[in-house]
Every structure is written in structure tokens, then in C-alpha cells.
């Protein structure tokens, strides 16, 4: 007998889970390396916001060795801010960098499927 309904479902459930697994592979990668980023960006973020209430009591304080104390904290504060901005540039081009050889793994199994369609040989993983 033909294919059924069956049939074709199961053979496109086949296919999406071999698709699953590789956008799985992918998010693992993805999720761990934004997990990371995050991470330390937030570490460098309660950083700051514990140098910051610092300086606010330094400044209700008016003590002058207080004061003077938060030139550095503030010097330090902004060095933190560099920080972040250099963890998202990084983070931004991790992530690209990811999805370029996501792509680039797509295109080369895209190219071996053609090729074996070619020879009329099954698909090679």
C-alpha cells in the first residue's frame, strides 16, 4: 500500500528531531555563553552599586577624608562601567561568531545532502 497520514508524520517527526538536536546543540551554546556574560556583567553591576551607596554615604557624611575617599570610588565606578561595555562587546561578538559558524555548519550539511542526492547515496550526518 501508498503512504499513509502516519507514515509521513512520522518520517517529518524523524527530520524535526534531528533538527531539534542540532538547534539544541546551538542553544546550549548560545544560553551558555549569554548565562555567562550575564553573570558577570550583574557581578560588576552589585559592584557598582555598593561603591555607589559608598559614595552617597561619604557625601551625607561631609566628612572631609569621606570626600575625598570618593574621587577614587568614582574613578573606580567608572572603570567598572568600562568593564560592562567591554563584556557586552565581547558578549556581541561571541554571539555572532556562534551564528556565523551555526550557518557556516548549515551551508556545509546543506552542501553534503546536495552532493549525495547527486550521487543518489543517502544523506551523510
Known amino acids: 500500500m501508498g503512504e499513509g497520514p502516519s507514515d509521513n ?25 549569554l548565562s555567562r556574560s550575564f553573570d558577570q556583567v550583574q557581578s560588576v553591576l552589585d559592584q557598582n552599586r555598593l561603591l555607589i551607596q559608598q559614595v ?7 566628612i572631609h577624608d569621606n570626600l575625598v575617599k570618593n ?32 550557518r557556516a555548519e548549515n551551508d556545509g550539511d546543506e552542501k553534503k545532502k546536495e552532493e549525495s542526492v547527486d550521487l543518489n547515496l543517502p544523506p551523510s550526518r
Do not use: P
Request: charged letters at 40%.
Open 9 to 33: 508524520t512520522h518520517r517529518h517527526s524523524l527530520e524535526d528531531k534531528d533538527d531539534d538536536d542540532d538547534e539544541e546543540g546551538c542553544d546550549a551554546e548560545v544560553w551558555e555563553t
Open 56 to 62: 552617597n554615604e561619604n557625601q551625607q557624611s561631609r
Open 71 to 102: 574621587v577614587s570610588l568614582t574613578r573606580e565606578i567608572n572603570g567598572n562601567i568600562c568593564k560592562v561595555i567591554s563584556m557586552y562587546s565581547k558578549l556581541s561578538a561571541d554571539f555572532v561568531d556562534i551564528v556565523r559558524r551555526r
